[in-house]
C-alpha cells in the first residue's frame, strides 16, 4: 500500500506561484512512476507532469516553461512548482504513483488562480 497526501494550494492572483507537496508513505520502494493531475470543475482529470524513477520528466502542453516536477526520493516527496500562474490554472490537484500492479491517488489540494 502507498498512502499519498498533499499540500500547498491555496487561493494566489494571476501571474502568481505556488509549490504544491506530496508526501509519500508505505510502500515506497514499489513506486515506479509519479504525477500531478488536475480536474477543474466540469472537466475530465488531465495530467499536468510525470517524473519515472529515473528522472524522466513529461509535462502537459500548457504548463511546459511554468511548471516543474521534481521528486526528492530522501524526504519521500514530491513536488509541483508552479510558477506565472493563469485561471485557467484553476483546479484540484492530485498526487499519482504507480507501482507494478497497482495506481494510487492522494485525495488533492485546491488551487484558485484569480484575475
Known amino acids: 500500500q502507498v498512502q499519498l497526501v498533499e499540500s500547498g494550494g491555496g487561493l494566489v492572483q494571476a501571474g502568481g506561484s505556488l509549490r504544491l507537496s506530496c508526501t509519500v508513505s508505505g510502500s515506497i520502494f514499489s513506486i515506479r512512476d509519479m504525477g500531478w493531475y488536475r480536474q477543474a470543475p466540469g472537466k475530465k482529470r488531465e495530467l499536468v507532469a510525470s517524473?519515472?524513477?529515473?528522472?524522466?520528466?513529461n509535462y502537459e502542453d500548457s504548463i511546459k516553461g511554468r511548471f516543474t516536477i521534481s521528486r526528492d526520493n530522501a524526504d519521500n516527496t514530491l513536488y509541483l512548482q508552479m510558477n506565472n500562474l493563469k485561471p485557467e490554472d484553476t483546479a484540484i490537484y492530485l498526487c499519482n504513483a504507480v507501482t507494478y500492479v497497482m495506481s494510487y491517488w492522494g485525495k488533492g489540494t485546491l488551487v484558485t488562480v484569480s484575475l
Open positions: 517524473i519515472s524513477s529515473g528522472g524522466t520528466t
